[in-house]
């Protein structure tokens, strides 16, 4: 199921980076943004729900929940966008996630160095959203730019992967 999500949040990650360029609607992104974001929110309870009927392995209570930071963050810039809504709640909640995702990197190491690499992504996207939409910095141009190589470096290119089993 990781390469499903990860090639949808590539695809919403891909639609938002030219978002911020100009380049698409806020409202028009909106809907990838709550697509995504519910295919993540449903995956992860799905994994809660069988994994509670089951042996209630706490990783993948780890891995429902970290993959939850994704859903949420999607279906609340769906929201902000679709509702034309002030980001700075969002902002601050992305500075919560980036802060999250730096110690799910270091963990990540421990198995594959690679996720590691691609947590540190996350966090560092994640606190650009922070600086953009929390504390207003003029760096729209800029995020725009991150979110389209993050979406293809951390996402895309590894779900697809992970789905044709070249991983």
Not at 14 to 35: R, T, W
Not at 111 to 132: E, K, M, P
Request: proline residues 2%.
């Amino acid at each position: 199921m990781l390469g499903i999500v990860l090639l949808y949040v590539g695809a919403v990650l891909f639609v938002n980076g030219f978002m911020l360029l100009g380049y698409a609607d806020a409202k028009g992104a909106a809907v990838m943004n709550f697509l995504t974001g519910l295919l993540g929110l449903v995956i992860n309870i799905i994994i809660i729900a069988v994994n509670a009927v089951g042996k209630g392995d706490p990783a993948l209570y780890y891995a429902a929940g970290t993959g939850l930071l994704f859903a949420f963050t999607y279906l609340y810039v769906g929201a902000v966008n679709m509702f034309s809504l002030d980001g700075r709640g969002l902002g601050w909640y992305c500075l919560f996630v980036a802060i999250t995702a730096l110690p799910s990197s270091w963990l990540a190491f421990d198995s594959d160095y690679r996720f590691g690499i691609i947590w540190l992504g996350w966090a560092f996207l994640w606190f650009v959203y922070f600086l953009l939409l929390a504390l207003k910095l003029e760096i729209v141009k800029f995020a725009g730019y991150a979110t389209l190589v993050i979406a293809v470096v951390t996402a895309w290119i590894p779900g697809y992967l992970l789905l044709a089993e070249r991983w």
